[in-house]
């Protein structure tokens, strides 16, 4: 029985319905099963297949993100009725945002949504994200995880501004930094001290478990 | 041959897309999309030009003196439309626009928006006062103006995540939506038609970066064609640029009727010479990010591909692929020019 409601949660994010998806987690908790069983088995499998199906190009955008969303939904159930010291296990936590002046959105949510699939919490800031704000959400959620994405060229400063802020808050050491974004490169990331840079969402979760050292 | 005006050079290249006339050229036509980076030529920020349409027209000015291009592009911000609907906009100084709130993020307030009216409201009059400007001073090169088309504008307040969802969710409300935004393109084009500049329209949001074909044919195709026919009834003729990859709808945008087709570096412009052959000028497609390059080589070897793969027997102007960037020296736009003169040369 439990099976079939795994299948179930999945096939709600595959096919990016939040309320089946929401209602299936309250009507799991009811029946008593697992709620950490019903992440791993059932929305993680289901964010995995949407992935793959977006990376086959069968899948656009839209699937994408509405696949995500449906994830959201159920999690928001799921999350708070974890037994306590039972924990959801990820891979890392990443706090990913679109630096401050730059409101390109699509990039950044879709390397959110490729590493929540493969086991992220992700804490997706949104556009046009100060610094600071990445600083206060690194503090509270212990991330071990940067992303910055920046798509013109004058808000690529903003990544390095970011990178300085974060040693001044002494939290430097805390997190590896990956950064992103149409106009930024290999030797960019390199010379303001990033750790990492990828140029799509597929490498970019490649890279954050090599930068963790997380077993692929 | 004596050197030609960029209008005489334009007109050639429209000639040759739409008549068996097959005018001689002095050289390739050619222009660049620039409008935040003249800030540098006139000692002003970003932020400054952005919010006054004086400064901007001083900008525009000072790059046709510098720069000659053969038409006159008055790039300023594609937010200007949105601001004037109700969206929100801070002007970072050392930076482009960004939208702080999107008016439809609580979608039910479409039924309330006011198209605006281009006389009137936001920046839409300084943008219109700042063509006027322009179009006193630049007699040699026509002067066009560019509108935000209406995905670009659907997305500006609805978020692009937002009318993404919407896409699958309630694919009803985006047509709403996208009859409103019409509204909005047509009233702009119009406006600019009236004191004589060129009409085009842009949507960076339009290619496949983020919309699947099929989107933009069941979402933004329809609309497309119905402003391009509203002025074809009046006789003016529209251009369109699309932002990004749109190989796979090079066809879908012709047949909306534009008469010009401006593609992006994403685009591949061999595709683009067939799709537009006889149907449509086309313009491109330098990538933007070679005017900060160490060196102008990558450059000649870009424009030298473009002028090899649009043979001259089509209507084709050079041009980059998208805006210059804000913060791209001017010494590397003098390159573009400059490269065009030389490796443009038809003998
Ligand atoms: C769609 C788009 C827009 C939309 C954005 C809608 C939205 N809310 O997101 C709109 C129309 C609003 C827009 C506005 C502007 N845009 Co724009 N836009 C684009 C376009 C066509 C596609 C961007 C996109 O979403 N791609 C799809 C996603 C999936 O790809 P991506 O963002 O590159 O992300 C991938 C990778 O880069 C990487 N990645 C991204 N982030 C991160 C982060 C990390 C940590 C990692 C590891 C990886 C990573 O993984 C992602 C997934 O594979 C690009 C063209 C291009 N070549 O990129 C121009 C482009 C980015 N825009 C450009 C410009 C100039 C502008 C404007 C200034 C235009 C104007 N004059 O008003 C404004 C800027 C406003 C601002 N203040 O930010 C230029 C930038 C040039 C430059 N070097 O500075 C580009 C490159 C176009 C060009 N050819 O010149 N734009």
């Given at each position: 029985?439990?099976?079939?409601?795994?299948?179930?949660?999945?096939?709600?994010?595959?096919?990016?319905?939040?309320?089946?998806?929401?209602?299936?987690?309250?009507?799991?908790?009811?029946?008593?099963?697992?709620?950490?069983?019903?992440?791993?088995?059932?929305?993680?499998?289901?964010?995995?297949?949407?992935?793959?199906?977006?990376?086959?190009?069968?899948?656009?955008?839209?699937?994408?993100?509405?696949?995500?969303?449906?994830?959201?939904?159920?999690?928001?159930?799921?999350?708070?009725?974890?037994?306590?010291?039972?924990?959801?296990?990820?891979?890392?936590?990443?706090?990913?945002?679109?630096?401050?002046?730059?409101?390109?959105?699509?990039?950044?949510?879709?390397?959110?949504?490729?590493?929540?699939?493969?086991?992220?919490?992700?804490?997706?800031?949104?556009?046009?994200?100060?610094?600071?704000?990445?600083?206060?959400?690194?503090?509270?959620?212990?991330?071990?995880?940067?992303?910055?994405?920046?798509?013109?060229?004058?808000?690529?400063?903003?990544?390095?501004?970011?990178?300085?802020?974060?040693?001044?808050?002494?939290?430097?050491?805390?997190?590896?930094?990956?950064?992103?974004?149409?106009?930024?490169?290999?030797?960019?990331?390199?010379?303001?001290?990033?750790?990492?840079?990828?140029?799509?969402?597929?490498?970019?979760?490649?890279?954050?478990?090599?930068?963790?050292?997380?077993?692929? | 041959?004596?050197?030609?005006?960029?209008?005489?050079?334009?007109?050639?290249?429209?000639?040759?897309?739409?008549?068996?006339?097959?005018?001689?050229?002095?050289?390739?036509?050619?222009?660049?999309?620039?409008?935040?980076?003249?800030?540098?030529?006139?000692?002003?920020?970003?932020?400054?030009?952005?919010?006054?349409?004086?400064?901007?027209?001083?900008?525009?000015?000072?790059?046709?003196?510098?720069?000659?291009p053969d038409i006159m592009l008055m790039m300023w911000d594609l937010n200007v439309d949105l601001e004037a609907i109700g969206n929100e906009i801070r002007f970072p100084d050392d930076s482009?626009?960004?939208?702080?709130?999107?008016?439809?993020?609580?979608?039910?307030?479409?039924?309330?928006?006011?198209?605006?009216?281009?006389?009137?409201?936001?920046?839409?009059?300084?943008?219109?006062?700042?063509?006027?400007?322009?179009?006193?001073?630049?007699?040699?090169?026509?002067?066009?103006?560019?509108?935000?088309?209406?995905?670009?504008?659907?997305?500006?307040?609805?978020?692009?995540?937002?009318?993404?969802?919407?896409?699958?969710?309630?694919?009803?409300?985006?047509?709403?939506?996208?009859?409103?935004?019409?509204?909005?393109?047509?009233?702009?084009?119009?406006?600019?038609?009236?004191?004589?500049?060129?009409?085009?329209?842009?949507?960076?949001?339009?290619?496949?970066?983020?919309?699947?074909?099929?989107?933009?044919?069941?979402?933004?195709?329809?609309?497309?064609?119905?402003?391009?026919?509203?002025?074809?009834?009046?006789?003016?003729?529209?251009?369109?640029?699309?932002?990004?990859?749109?190989?796979?709808?090079?066809?879908?945008?012709?047949?909306?009727?534009?008469?010009?087709?401006?593609?992006?570096?994403?685009?591949?412009?061999?595709?683009?010479?067939?799709?537009?052959?006889?149907?449509?000028?086309?313009?491109?497609?330098?990538?933007?990010?070679?005017?900060?390059?160490?060196?102008?080589?990558?450059?000649?070897?870009?424009?030298?591909?473009?002028?090899?793969?649009?043979?001259?027997?089509?209507?084709?102007?050079?041009?980059?692929?998208?805006?210059?960037?804000?913060?791209?020296?001017?010494?590397?736009?003098?390159?573009?020019?400059?490269?065009?003169?030389?490796?443009?040369?038809?003998?």
């Amino acid at each position: 029985m439990s099976q079939e409601m795994f299948d179930k949660l999945a096939q709600a994010v595959i096919d990016g319905e939040s309320e089946d998806a929401e209602a299936l987690a309250k009507q799991a908790l009811e029946q008593k099963l697992d709620p950490l069983a019903c992440i791993t088995n059932g929305l993680t499998v289901g964010i995995q297949k949407t992935g793959e199906l977006f990376a086959s190009g069968e899948y656009y955008l839209p699937e994408l993100i509405i696949g995500a969303d449906a994830m959201k939904a159920a999690m928001q159930i799921l999350e708070p009725a974890l037994l306590s010291g039972q924990e959801r296990e990820v891979t890392g936590t990443i706090v990913i945002g679109t630096v401050e002046g730059d409101l390109h959105e699509i990039g950044k949510t879709l390397v959110g949504t490729m590493m929540t699939a493969n086991g992220f919490r992700v804490i997706d800031l949104g556009t046009d994200i100060p610094s600071a704000d990445f600083i206060d959400a690194v503090k509270e959620s212990g991330a071990n995880l940067v992303g910055a994405s920046a798509l013109l060229t004058t808000t690529m400063l903003q990544q390095e501004k970011l990178i300085s802020s974060l040693k001044d808050a002494g939290l430097r050491e805390q997190v590896k930094v990956m950064v992103g974004g149409a106009p930024v490169t290999a030797s960019y990331a390199k010379q303001i001290g990033a750790d990492g840079y990828a140029e799509d969402a597929i490498s970019a979760v490649d890279l954050a478990m090599r930068l963790i050292d997380a077993p692929a | 041959m004596t050197s030609m005006t960029g209008k005489q050079r334009i007109s050639a290249a429209f000639k040759k897309t739409f008549s068996d006339a097959d005018p001689e050229l002095d050289r390739v036509p050619a222009y660049m999309f620039s409008g935040a980076c003249n800030s540098q030529l006139v000692g002003s920020t970003i932020g400054e030009l952005m919010q006054d349409g004086q400064i901007f027209a001083k900008g525009q000015l000072a790059a046709y003196e510098r720069y000659k291009p053969d038409i006159m592009l008055m790039m300023w911000d594609l937010n200007v439309d949105l601001e004037a609907i109700g969206n929100e906009i801070r002007f970072p100084d050392d930076s482009m626009p960004v939208i702080t709130k999107e008016i439809l993020e609580d979608k039910g307030k479409l039924s309330s928006l006011q198209v605006p009216d281009p006389k009137k409201d936001g920046r839409l009059p300084a943008y219109l006062d700042a063509c006027i400007e322009v179009k006193k001073h630049v007699t040699d090169s026509p002067v066009s103006g560019v509108i935000a088309g209406p995905w670009t504008i659907a997305m500006g307040l609805r978020g692009a995540a937002n009318l993404l969802r919407d896409s699958i969710k309630d694919p009803e409300y985006i047509h709403e939506l996208m009859e409103f935004c019409i509204q909005a393109t047509i009233n702009s084009t119009q406006a600019l038609s009236e004191i004589g500049v060129g009409v085009g329209y842009s949507e960076a949001p339009a290619s496949m970066d983020l919309i699947s074909p099929k989107m933009y044919r069941e979402f933004v195709f329809p609309y497309h064609k119905k402003i391009v026919d509203h002025f074809k009834e009046k006789k003016i003729g529209v251009g369109l640029h699309v932002c990004g990859n749109a190989d796979a709808i090079l066809d879908d945008l012709v047949a909306t009727g534009v008469s010009n087709l401006s593609v992006d570096s994403g685009s591949d412009l061999a595709l683009a010479v067939e799709a537009t052959r006889g149907k449509a000028v086309l313009i491109g497609n330098v990538p933007t990010e070679l005017f900060l390059a160490e060196s102008a080589e990558e450059m000649r070897q870009s424009i030298q591909n473009c002028i090899h793969v649009a043979p001259n027997d089509s209507g084709y102007i050079l041009a980059t692929g998208c805006e210059v960037p804000a913060i791209a020296p001017p010494k590397k736009v003098d390159w573009f020019m400059d490269l065009a003169e030389e490796l443009g040369a038809y003998n």
